[in-house]
Nanobody, 115 residues
Framework: QVQLVESGGGLVQPGGSLRLSCAAS????????MGWYRQAPGKQREFVAR???????AYADSVKGRVTISRDNAKKTQYLQINSLKPEDTAVYYC?????????WGQGTLVTVSS
């Protein structure tokens, strides 16, 4: 079964950048569509970005132009580069995939944007 572990969150000033990582276990990473979601305090979890096994990407309108999703199948890791961070980007960022009929989530990594 696939397990996901995020890293790379932290405190960053407005206008700064972060790269989040999500390492996956198992042997089928290259076949999976991988995604990032986030949940801000007091809000529902929302979609951020997605990358298919073939490398096609999709982004939420709220982050388009500031965020790049990528993957390294050899390392079984996906990444989320976030630039020009805003206070409203403060959230727990979750890695997500679907394997078989299962929704699989990581434990999340906290990104705090504050001066």
């Amino acid at each position: 079964q696939v397990q996901l572990v995020e890293s790379g969150g932290g405190l960053v000033q407005p206008g700064g950048s972060l790269r989040l990582s999500c390492a996956a276990s198992g042997s089928i990473f290259r076949l999976l569509t991988m995604g990032w979601y986030r949940q801000a305090p007091g809000k529902q979890r929302e979609f951020v970005a997605r990358i298919t096994s073939g490398g096609s990407t999709a982004y939420a309108d709220s982050v388009k132009g500031r965020v790049t999703i990528s993957r390294d199948n050899a390392k079984k890791t996906q990444y989320l580069q976030i630039n020009s961070l805003k206070p409203e980007d403060t959230a727990v960022y979750y890695c997500h995939t679907v394997s078989g009929l299962l929704d699989i989530w990581g434990q999340g990594t906290l990104v705090t944007v504050s001066s």
